[in-house]
């Protein structure tokens, strides 16, 4: 089950998620500093990130790691207010370019290609206090952000990542309020957001394609997250239907116009006009790009990054009530299917990855696809010997073959979420997700390698799987 010669194997991880260091060395707090420090039980027994995995100090430990795993790609991002501690490049923090510097340059030293993401959930507290995501100021902001980044590491960096999950975390920072600033605007916000983060990529793109890609010669795209989706009854065409919002309203809302034409899927801008007119509102809840920003935003993408997790059944569920909210307008209702083994609240489907890949081939002409994050979590405490993860991994890997032999997807790179267990967002400390175990009680934070971090190496020695698809 050889993949092709020279596909990538990667692991990833995320500033905010295992650096700590919260304040050190002149770093500004970001949205999650905050958020974290309020308490009141809106994270996992009230656990911060303030020092996670120790990897702002422990960094060659987390080599070492790469290295045992024999990783040929590594995914990390860069902590915007470690680098400007107000989100502006009014006040450069040069310990936070050194820090960066360091990783970039260990990790070409060791043959491993740095994966780069610019901005992973974690915004600047300052830019926030402006308005954030749902203020167009901030696509300015981020603009000058990631010149600065292409400018200080794009000699070595050639590939990038803008924005990690732009749609989930519209929905989830801007729409429900789960996520920092954790104020919901629902059936608003979410897609307020989602319209300035398109711009903002959109932006970023084009001052790497301007001022940068001829001498650095790397490329550009951002993470979209998407789990695949089926019909809760097959034979239900409504069912059906909404199989197909579903996907529109999630994947396609910023694929499509990044992908394809600049603009929205139409059964969005149909779905939310509708409902809009319906509760009242004087026109559409979902904004409009004007045709020179349509211009603008198509084709800034140099490879459609996807990250994969579970899947899910889809049934039609009329909106009567004229609720508001992103799932009401798209008069869906999504849950899984009950057979499925669920770990630590995602469900392992691995054959999901497989499909998704090919709908992304078939709707989006073939583009060459990055998986950016796939990953299944253990609960805490967790086994070191994680062998029924590793099934699912090695499941995983045969739908990658499968997809890259017989469906001819352009599938070029894996990188599994993630290098060390992390500080996992809500769920703080109680999902496991790392080929290497932390002990988060352990001052020293060792990295202790799961049976996974093993097994895992050997793919990536032999290039793909011993036995048959």
């Known amino acids: 089950m050889a993949f092709p010669a020279g596909f990538g194997w990667g692991a990833a991880t995320a500033a905010y998620q295992v650096e700590g260091g919260w304040d050190a060395d002149g770093k500004g707090p970001n949205v999650w500093d905050t958020f974290t420090h309020q308490g009141g039980e809106r994270i996992f027994k009230n656990q911060t990130g303030d020092v996670a995995c120790g990897s702002y100090t422990l960094w060659e430990e987390d080599l070492k790691c790469i290295k045992q795993l024999g990783l040929t790609h590594y995914r990390f991002s860069l902590s915007w207010s470690r680098l400007l501690p107000d989100g502006t490049t009014g006040f450069i923090n040069q310990k936070g370019i050194d820090y ?32 954030g995501w749902l203020s167009v100021a901030t696509i300015e902001s981020f603009n000058e952000y990631a010149r600065f980044c292409f400018s200080t590491f794009g000699d070595r960096v050639k590939q990038w990542i803008t924005i990690n999950e732009a749609n989930l975390f519209a929905l989830l920072a801007y729409d429900l309020g789960m996520f920092p600033p954790a104020i919901p605007h629902q059936g608003t916000g979410g897609y307020q957001a989602a319209h300035n983060l398109i711009k903002a990529h959109a932006r970023a793109w084009h001052s790497y394609d301007s001022l940068f890609r001829k001498e650095q010669k790397g490329m550009v795209s951002l993470s979209l997250f998407a789990g695949w989706v089926e019909p809760a009854d097959p034979n239900s065409v409504s069912d059906q239907e909404a199989a197909k919002r579903t996907l529109a309203f999630h994947l396609d809302f910023f694929a499509k116009p990044i992908f394809i034409d600049g603009d929205y899927p139409e059964v969005v801008k149909s779905q939310v006009a509708a409902m809009s007119q319906k509760q009242g509102y004087p026109s559409s809840r979902l904004p409009e790009f004007t045709e020179e920003e349509k211009r603008m935003i198509k084709g800034t993408a140099d490879f459609f990054a996807v990250q994969y997790y579970s899947s899910s059944l889809v049934k039609h569920q009329e909106n009567d009530k004229g609720e508001l909210g992103i799932f009401q307008d798209a008069e869906i209702e999504i849950f899984p299917d009950p057979s499925w083994i669920n770990l630590g609240g995602i469900y392992v489907v691995p ?72 500080f996992e967002w809500r769920q703080g400390y109680s999902l496991r997700f790392g080929f290497f175990h932390v002990d988060f009680e352990d001052p020293e934070r060792r990295r202790v390698p799961y049976t996974s971090a093993k097994e895992y190496a050997k793919v990536i020695r032999n290039n793909g799987l011993e036995g048959h698809p």
């Open 100 to 131: 960066y510097n360091k990783i970039i340059d260990d990790l070409l030293a060791n043959q491993v290609t740095p994966i780069v993401t610019l901005y992973h959930f974690d915004l600047p507290q300052a830019l926030e206090d402006k308005g």
């Open 351 to 422: 054959w999901g990855i497989r499909k998704l890949l090919k709908y992304i081939k078939d709707t989006y002409n073939n583009p060459v696809i990055y998986i950016t994050e796939n990953g299944f979590p253990q609960g805490d405490p967790a086994p070191l010997d994680d062998t029924q993860r590793w099934e699912y991994f090695r499941q995983t890997f045969q739908e990658l073959f499968k997809a890259i032999h017989l469906d001819k997807v352009d599938l070029k790179l894996y990188c599994a979420w993630a290098l060390l267990d992390n």
